[in-house]
Every structure is written in structure tokens, then in C-alpha cells.
């Protein structure tokens, strides 16, 4: 049996399997938030608070190696400057991964059953707005979800009205009052948009495109978590910009905008 077969039969028990593992662990039997990284975050976590514990994704259950460059294969347990506990997530399983979306979210759900009840989803997506320049942080007011899937199995009707909090995003913008907001549209990827695909996500209300985020925000709130979600643009979406997209591009705008993002977002965790 593979680390990740027991998603198939009991996703909340894989969870709660895996959030055991992490509290034995790290020696913290509770955390309060989870942070997932996502493509030019993984910086963003060193200056939140003390890491007090590191583990390897894979050794996790139902966990696995990463698989994209840019991104970083651990599960950390941070202790915040406001004192909470941080579950940092560096390794987070895309849809186009073909794993299924149980394996999407168990992350998230691995976080709700650790005691999060805070997430904090980060990103790097294409910007649809030729003012957000490469390395431009928005916060996700809403998304639309593209994959024609779901977190949620069966008759599980939940309700996703002002599902990225009003609450925390308010608090962003005490942070840094020149923040924009945007509606975050996932695509399956792996491959980019095509150009009449973008003019088509801005015909229906997106901002950013992206190959993450709603489906694990769905499962956040699912498990009762207030969600928040910050994209950092690290390319304008195809046809936007008169060039081609690369993910060397994506990688080193990532990589420029590090520490203005890193400390964005500690001082948001700060205030949470
Ligand atoms: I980084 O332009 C990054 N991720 N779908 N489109 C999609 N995902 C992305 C993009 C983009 N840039």
C-alpha cells in the first residue's frame, strides 16, 4: 500500500491520521493556523515566527513529494509572533497531478483535523489587470471554480457565500492599504491558458487564473475553517502580456517580490 492508497477509502480518517502524526511529532497538539505555499511564497513562512519542528511531506501519511519546482517538500510547525501555531504547508498536490482531489485537499483537511481554524492560502497565478506587474500580491475576494470538480462527495451542500473572509482581508489591507482585490479563477492546467481562454475568464468575472486554491478553499470551509487567500502575480495571463509565458519567468518573479510578500504576509498572520 502506497502512502497515499488510504485516501480512497476514508478521506476524514486519512486526515485525522495524519494530523496524529504531525501532533506526535511536533510535540504541538494543537495548531490555529494553516498556511499553504504556493509558487514564490515559500520564503514567506521563514519570517513568521520560530519553526519549531520540520518535517518531510512524504514521510506524512497520505502526503507526497512535491511536484514542482519552486515548491518546498515540508511540513512545518512555526510558532507565530502573536503566539499561535503555524502548520506550514510547503508542499501542496495540484488537480493536474491526476492524483484526485481527495489528494488535493487532504492538506487542508489534515490541518482542520490538527485544530486549524485559520487558512491561509497562498499562490502564484496569471494576472487578467496590466497594472498588476509581475510580483503584484492581490487578495482573493472570490474564485470560480474551472475543474468540473468538487472536494465535497455526495448530497454535501455547502453554503460558499463570502467564502475568502471579509474579516481577514480587511485586515490585509490595514496591513498594506494599497493591496487589490480579485476574483480567482482555477484551470485544471498543467498547460497555461490560451489567449481566447483568458478573454474568456475575463468575460466572467476573473482577475486571476491559477491551477489552485478554490478546491482546497471549498474544503477549508467545509471543515469550518475561515479562509484566506493571497495570489501573488508573478506573469500576466497569456495574450495579456505581448510576450510568451515561461515558468522560468513565474520562478524568478517569485523570487524579486520575496521579500516584500514574506513580510506582508507574517504581518497579516500576526494580526489574525
Ligand atoms: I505561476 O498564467 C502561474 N500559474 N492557469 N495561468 C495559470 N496558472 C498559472 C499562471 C497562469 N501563472
Not at 486526515?15 to 515559500?42: F, K, M, N, P, Q
Not at 514567506?44 to 519542528?53: C, K, N, P, R, S
Request: net charge negative; proline share 4%.
Amino acid at each position: 500500500m502506497s502512502n497515499t492508497d488510504f485516501l480512497t477509502t476514508d478521506p476524514f480518517a486519512a486526515a485525522r491520521a495524519a494530523a496524529d502524526y504531525i501532533a506526535g511529532e511536533t510535540g504541538v497538539d494543537r495548531h490555529d493556523v494553516a498556511l499553504v505555499l504556493g509558487s514564490g511564497w515559500a520564503e514567506a513562512a521563514d519570517l513568521i515566527g520560530d519553526t519549531t519542528a520540520t518535517l518531510s511531506a512524504d514521510e506524512v501519511p497520505g502526503f507526497h513529494a512535491p511536484a514542482v519546482e519552486g515548491h518546498v517538500g515540508t511540513i512545518r510547525s512555526v510558532l507565530t509572533k502573536g503566539g499561535k501555531r503555524a502548520l506550514v504547508l510547503g508542499a501542496r498536490t495540484h488537480f493536474y497531478e491526476g492524483k484526485g482531489v481527495r489528494a488535493v485537499v487532504h492538506g487542508v483537511r489534515t490541518a482542520a483535523a490538527a485544530g486549524c481554524t485559520t487558512l491561509v492560502l497562498t499562490n502564484g497565478c496569471g494576472g487578467l489587470n496590466e497594472s498588476w506587474t509581475p510580483g503584484t500580491p492581490v487578495l482573493i475576494k472570490d474564485h470560480i471554480n474551472l475543474t468540473a470538480a468538487s472536494p465535497l462527495e455526495g448530497a454535501t451542500f455547502v453554503d460558499l457565500t463570502d467564502l475568502y473572509s471579509s474579516r481577514i482581508r480587511g485586515l490585509a489591507r490595514e496591513v498594506d492599504s494599497s493591496l487589490d482585490e480579485g476574483v480567482y479563477a482555477q484551470f485544471t492546467g498543467p498547460h497555461y491558458e490560451t489567449p481566447a481562454e483568458v478573454q474568456y475568464a475575463k468575460r466572467i468575472g476573473a482577475d486571476l487564473v491559477g491551477m489552485s486554491t478554490a478546491l482546497e478553499a471549498i474544503a477549508g470551509r467545509h471543515a469550518g475553517m475561515e479562509v484566506f487567500g493571497i495570489s501573488l502575480v508573478t506573469n500576466l495571463a497569456a495574450g495579456i502580456s505581448p510576450v510568451p509565458l515561461s515558468h522560468q519567468e513565474v520562478i524568478e518573479s517569485g523570487q524579486a517580490a520575496g521579500p516584500r510578500i514574506s513580510k506582508l504576509l507574517a504581518e497579516i498572520i500576526a494580526r489574525l
